[in-house]
């Protein structure tokens, strides 16, 4: 394995580069900033952990849910709702469920906006995923691929830099040891009780980040209802309770024995970051 | 002074479909390998581009085989002699106009064009020759060949067997000799070149309806392949509907088979609807691929023909106070939406990509939904095409407000989910692990005034459940009596 090597001799020939090539040049162990324009995502905390300080457009954001319809409204609603508020629509294809506009438009989430493209297949999932990001328009596009190739997910990566919007993939949990094309994956999962979003950053432009972040961010009007928030939660756990799939639900297991049966490709994409920080 | 441009139009293949084939460009893997989404431009006949070319100014005219227009009048409005000389050079390239020229006079304008054609056949660059003023125009015609002038080619073996190389050598023969040797035609085509005698022209009108037929080389047995044909007489549309300023919003294209079992029609025809008018050559090109991989066709096709059944006038943009950013919409990010104009766009590119979508998925498929002011969930929002909720002129915006007083879920489910019930202690639902109930009941009643539409009326108790796996749910229990077995849980949606 000669990557880390590679990636060692970098940081000595920098003081000689050219200060235009200087800035081009990304450490590992720095935070990398956004090629494009972002979109703050509305939750301070995931702000400061994500390059650029929000989700990234003309890029490719994947979400891993260990469930369909758990949290991403929640998650993605304040970024989608800056999107419609500039004037940008926003477009789901194939989702698990049909929206609920009464609830989305108190987001900020308009119905003259909303798309919904009921696609079943994963061909055309995939087709109309790439329709929508070559349209050129202003939009965010949301597209629920359960079952895509790591050759399929590059080919929409590649798509994705034409578009002037973001693009969210959500696939499960278990792609989780593919490797995949995107620049940002996320793993989002639900805590204990009033259920704060435990979002763990897997891969990222920057150094690997081991907590999980407890956003606390309900739907509108839900707040008064819910019980409070243990004072414990508030704080950023050290990879605690992921919710598992349904299926394994009696065999839980901790993102810890996850990362030991990560295959060895999921690794590499670690290894220029580890060894730097190493250095360092 | 007038100012004549005269455009020369490239030749034209016989066979579409032998130049369509290697125009032809694959950018989808979906699609059949042979069949391309979209079919190159090709070339436009003269009489095609004097259509397109009467979006300029209402003065054009064919000339021979070159198109002529007097733009003079139309200068300011577009910005200028040269802004909109080099705006019709370079539309009409893309046309496949091959040279351009422009002159004082018409006849001069074909001639400089046609010399810049004679030096360079296959460079596309520009040929265009600037002249001005009658003295200048004298000058520069002066050098030019025989061949260049439509009334002076006729007789050019016989001036050139006189000596006659350049026009000048001609315009210095004696004229009274000229006249009575090649007829008054030469001299009246000299003095109408030189601006010394005025010009007479049949101005081209465009015809009341676009309906165009074309017969097509060889029998065609599928329809995808119908497309390169049909591309050719999408073009002529085009061109038709820039003359009028106007976009289609509904064209129809009819097939005659060549030959047909006694009990099917002879003919066939499929209408293509678009959302907005336009006249976008490569919209209509995808728009009408789509729709003919859905088209089975029985026999072989001889004959096709594409009739505009709807047209609108297009809004023409109009001139921006301060310098409009021409940027690339990928750098422009949100902001490109401030302008109307972008705004505009940007309305056009989805409905074009949401027209497709409904074409291969069907629009059933494509949906958009309104909120509707009911308290069950099931009726709080009607979903409607998308392609049709989205050009429906007459839509109010919802008002912010509706039905603040219940929490509102995020996915709803289009049936209730029934939940089975643990027996343990008590009786809890479950769904993925034991619910605990945070809030509730919030009680509906509803839907007694329209029992035939399906929604019987109903009581329920919506509560809000903690599932440990599946977060926050909207559950409800029934109020109305079940049977034996049934649970009176079931589950209406996420709070996701």
Known sequence: MNLPSVSLSLPRGAAALPEHVAQAVWRGDAMGRAASTVIASGHPALDAELPGGGWPCQAMTEVLLAQSAQAEWRLLGPALAQVVRQGGSVLLIGP????????????????DRLIRVDARTPAERLWATEQALKAGCVSAVLSWLPQVRPEQIRRLHACAAQHPGPLFVFRPVKAQADSSAAPLRVLLGLGACPHPLQVQIIKRRGPMLDQVLSLPHWPAGLTSLLPPLPPRSLAPLPAVSLPVPASSSTTPSSPESDAHRRPHHAALDRAAARASRAMS | MLHWIALLPGHLE?????HASQAAHHDEPQAEPQVPACVM????????????ALQ??????????????????????????RVLRERIVDEARAHGAEAFGHAATALAAVALARDGRAKMPDDGHDDEAEVDGLGKLAVCLDTLPLDVLPGVATHGPTLARLGCRTLADVRALPRGGLSRRFGAGLLQTLDRAYGRSPEAFDWLVLPPVFDARL???????????LLFAASRLLQQLCAW??????????FTLRWLHDWHRRDSSREGEWTVRLASPTRDYPRLSRLLAEHLQRIQLHAPVGDISLHADAIEALPVSSQQLFQEYREDQLNAGPDALLTPSAQRAQRDALLAVLEKLSVRLGPERVLQARIQADHRLECAQQWLPA??????KNRQPTPAKLLADTPQPCWVLPEPLPLALERGMGQHPVYQGRLTLLAGPHRVEAGWWDAHTGHARFTRDYYLASSAHAGLLWVFKSQQATDEAGSPWYLHGFFA
Do not use: K, N, Y
């Not at chain 2, 431009?41 to 397109?52: A, D």
């Not at chain 2, 509907?241 to 509904?250: F, I, N, W, Y």
């Open chain 2, 14 to 18: 016989p066979c579409p479909e032998a």
């Open chain 2, 215 to 225: 017969e097509l080389p060889g029998r065609v047995e599928s329809a995808p392949a």
């Open chain 2, 387 to 392: 392609v049709q909720a989205l050009s429906d």
């Open chain 2, 41 to 52: 431009p090709t070339v436009l006949s003269p009489l095609h581009l004097g259509w397109w």
């Open chain 1, 96 to 111: 698990p469920h049909p929206p609920h506009l009464p609830g989305l438009s108190r987001e900020g989430l308009r119905d």
């Open chain 2, 56 to 81: 300029f100014t209402p003065r054009v005219a064919l000339l021979e085989d070159a198109v002529v227009l007097e733009v003079q009048a139309s200068e300011r409005l577009f910005g200028g002699a």
């Open chain 2, 241 to 250: 509907l820039a003359g009028r300023q106007a976009g289609v919003t509904a």
